[in-house]
């Protein structure tokens, strides 16, 4: 079962990695989650949700999504660049870019029209 605000797919969608670069990429993932953790009672008091979607090595992009208020709050985008960001990008520098994952960016054909 993948921590509270983390994606199952993100925990999970290794793919064809190594056994070690997966054990690499869950201990990053953890490593992120825990520094997200100190980020969220923060946009909890404001009634938003941070989550963990994605984190792509190759790239050096992680993909993150400010839920709940924060979905369409104009004060969201500024939290993630000049907070977020900010603080992810300095304790892990292998970050090269965070980006925001809006929830309109989901596909959900199950709430789709019948």
Request: aromatic share 6%; proline share 7%.
């Amino acid at each position: 079962m993948p921590p509270a605000g983390r994606n199952p797919a993100a925990c999970y969608a290794v793919g064809e990695m190594t056994t070690a670069a997966a054990t690499e990429h869950e201990a990053f993932l953890a490593e992120v989650d825990a520094c997200l953790d100190e980020m969220r009672p923060y946009v909890h008091s404001h009634g938003g949700e941070l989550n963990l979607i994605d984190w792509l090595a190759d790239e050096g992009r992680l993909r993150l999504q400010l839920a709940g208020a924060c979905h369409g709050c104009p004060m969201s985008m500024l939290t993630m660049k000049l907070g977020i960001e900010r603080i992810i990008q300095d304790r892990f520098p292998q970050v090269k870019h965070v980006e925001a994952v809006k929830v309109d960016d989901f596909d959900f054909p199950e709430l789709a029209p019948g």
